[in-house]
Every structure is written in C-alpha cells, then in structure tokens.
T-cell receptor, first 113, second 112 residues
Framework: EAQVTQNPRYLITVTGKKLTVTCSQN?????MSWYRQDPGLGLRQIYY???????DKGDVPEGYKVSRKEKRNFPLILESPSPNQTSLYFC????????????FGQGTRLTVV | DAKTTQPTSMDCAEGRAANLPCNHS???????VYWYRQIHSQGPQYIIH???NNETNEMASLIITEDRKSSTLILPHATLRDTAVYYC?????????????FGQGTRLTINP
C-alpha cells in the first residue's frame, strides 16, 4: 500500500531537548516536504526536498533542520525545541517537484512544555 | 501567489450533491486548481485538479468557469464520511518547485 509514515504520532517533550520526527515513503517519490498546522494559520511549509541531498527552506524554517540522505526518508529535526513549536506536523511526498498530487502522512502532534 | 476565497462552512444532507465554490480571480494562465480535504486532524487527502477543462474522477467532479476565476467541487452523493475541511489551492511554482499554499478551507458538514 502506498503510504507516507510518520513517527511518532504523539510526542510531549521539554524545552531544549533535541528530537527527531521521522518520515518515510514507499512510493519512490522524489519530492518531500514538511508542514506544520496551527489553529487560524492553516498549513505552512517548513522545508522541502526535491531529491536526495537537495533541501530548501519553506515559509517557516526557523528552529528546524532536515536531511535527505536516502530517497525514502526525510526526517525533521528540532535541535532545541521551544513551546512555540507546539503544533501538528505533516510530512508529504509527491512524484516530483511539478506534481502537486501529494500524499500526506497521518501527522505528528508535538507538545513542547 | 494566486489567492483563493472559500466559504467558511457549508452543510449538506446525506445522499445529496455537495457543491463547494472557490474564487481564484487572480489565477494566471498556467496555474492549476487543486482540491484537497482534511478529515478531522488527519493528513490532507488529494481529491482532484484541473487547468481549464472540467474534470471527474471516482471521488468528485471539478467545474472551472470559462474565465477560470472560479471553480466548484462537486461531491455527487455525499456521505457522512465526506464531513471534512475542503481546501481549494492554486498551484504555485516557486524557484522551480511546486508549493501547496493552504488557506482556511470550507468546513463541510454532511447531515443524516
């Protein structure tokens, strides 16, 4: 089954404790991206990757890092999480950078206290 | 970015057709209209997209006006499981990469 898998689904952590949210897709997609969703602000793009070793900032990249060492994986790293990064996070993938038929993961609800 | 305007919320009776409008008056000639939906807090789900012709798939139909300034998503026989937030998006290509810009969407409630 074609899918985008995020882990963990839920996470509560403390300020400053580094964490990684994993994202993996099994469709051999080139393009992957991360979004955060906040009430009243909708979904906003954090980072995206057009292929292995090619990543770029989206609209709200501050406080986040990403890497794309393999085609299937695109982890989101919070080096020093802060309470304003409490949010619902989604990973998405699509065939290539021109194809907006994106597949989304089920989301990771992160709370930073 | 071409901006879209959608009603905040809509209701529809189960079994009836749900027609969700979207205005995108600043759309440019090579920009596509995409529709996604989000059920509760799950990941958004792709529904359909189009450029200028009407499109239909197993989920829905998309009607785009001739001037392309507005479109309507039609769910022909709505079920309770179609209750969701529906997003109308104009595809933007920035620095060679596609970008999904989500607005606030329309909260569609299907009533029994």
């Amino acid at each position: 089954e074609a899918q985008v898998t995020q882990n963990p689904r839920y996470l509560i952590t403390v300020t400053g404790k580094k964490l990684t949210v994993t994202c993996s897709q099994n469709m051999n997609h080139e393009y992957m991206s991360w979004y955060r969703q906040d009430p009243g602000l909708g979904l906003r793009q954090i980072y995206y990757s057009m292929n292995v070793e090619v990543t770029d900032k989206g609209d709200v990249p501050e406080g986040y890092k990403v890497s794309r060492k393999e085609k299937r994986n695109f982890p989101l790293i919070l080096e020093s999480p802060s309470p304003n990064q409490t949010s619902l996070y989604f990973c998405a993938s699509s065939w290539d950078r021109y194809n907006t038929e994106a597949f989304f993961g089920q989301g990771t609800r992160l709370t930073v206290v | 970015d071409a901006k879209t305007t959608q009603p905040t919320s809509m209701d529809c009776a189960e079994g009836r057709a749900a027609n969700l409008p979207c205005n995108h008056s600043t759309i440019s000639g090579n920009e596509y209209v995409y529709w996604y939906r989000q059920i509760h807090s799950q990941g958004p789900q792709y529904i359909i997209h189009g450029l200028k012709n009407n499109e239909t798939n197993e989920m829905a139909s998309l009607i785009i006006t001739e001037d392309r300034k507005s479109s309507t998503l039609i769910l022909p026989h709505a079920t309770l499981r179609d209750t969701a937030v529906y997003y109308c998006i104009v595809r933007t290509v920035i620095q060679g990469a596609q970008k999904l810009v989500f607005g606030q969407g329309t909260r569609l409630t299907i009533n029994p």
